[in-house]
């Protein structure tokens, strides 16, 4: 069984920062791509950023580019994402998942296990 847990999510002013950490259990970690989506009150969930099984490539949705960063570290068996100059509109239900694949992908179809998510509120 697999299980992802999200942690790190908070209030913060716009303009700050905040570093999400997932840890992950049940399979091997180091094998697979990882990703961070978010979902929005009354919006459909939304990619943000996958890294690949060595952590050697990393794809990101417009709308973060430059500000969030993915990482992991396969030893902790945990992947983060630190969120840079944060806008209001980045706040959000971020959840963390994995997929049964060694590449990026942005497609959430992709991901077969998913966190519980954690909030992410940016105040303006």
């Known amino acids: 069984q697999v299980q992802l847990v999200e942690s790190g999510g908070g209030l913060v002013q716009a303009g700050g920062s905040l570093r999400l950490s997932c840890a992950a259990s049940?399979?091997?970690?180091?094998?697979?791509?990882k990703g961070w989506f978010r979902q929005a009150p009354g919006k459909e969930r939304e990619f943000v950023a996958s890294?690949?099984?060595?952590?050697?490539?990393?794809d990101y949705a417009d709308s973060v580019k430059g500000r969030f960063t993915i990482s992991r570290d396969n030893a902790k068996n945990t992947v983060y994402l630190q969120m840079n100059s944060l806008k209001p509109e980045d706040t959000a239900v971020y959840y963390c998942?994995?997929?049964?694949?060694?590449?990026?992908?942005?497609?959430?179809?992709?991901?077969?296990?998913w966190g519980q998510g954690t909030q992410v509120t940016v105040s303006s």
């Open positions: 998942a994995t997929a049964s694949q060694y590449g990026v992908t942005s497609n959430d179809s992709d991901y077969d296990y």
């Open positions: 049940g399979r091997a970690f180091d094998r697979y791509t």
């Open positions: 890294i690949n099984w060595s952590g050697g490539s990393t």
